[in-house]
């Protein structure tokens, strides 16, 4: 079993190729697309496209079944809302506080702005 981070630099590898991406685009717009449909969308062989899916399927960005001799390929988002999970959790934290002391920081110069007013 991979750890969390392991996981994650698998989906990361996986999507750093603009060919594997736009795989996905077409799996996004075309679920249980067949392998040999997704490889007549590219100028590379066959091998060529089932080695993409392959890093593809070891990142879990695609689920495949079998019906017969025919694969049927899916977009798997669970890994990438994952990380954007991670990430945009710890980041919202931290922009969040920020925030509440600009606000305190704010009322406190509009508290002191009025006493001298008065």
Wanted: hydrophobic fraction near 45%; charged fraction near 25%.
């Amino acid at each position: 079993m991979l750890t969390a981070q392991a996981q994650h630099d698998l989906v990361f590898a996986a999507l750093a190729h603009a060919g594997r991406r736009r795989m996905l685009d077409l799996l996004c717009e075309a679920p249980g697309m067949s392998v040999r449909a997704l490889a007549s969308h590219f100028d590379i062989s066959r091998i060529a496209v089932m080695k993409h899916l392959k890093v593809l399927e070891d990142a879990g960005l695609v689920l495949s079944r079998k019906q017969g001799r025919t694969r049927h390929l899916f977009f798997n988002a669970v890994p990438i809302q994952q990380i954007y999970d991670r990430w945009t959790t710890q980041y919202a934290r931290f922009w969040a506080s920020k925030l509440v002391d600009i606000k305190s920081n704010a009322e406190a110069r509009a508290s002191g702005e009025e006493k001298r007013r008065a």
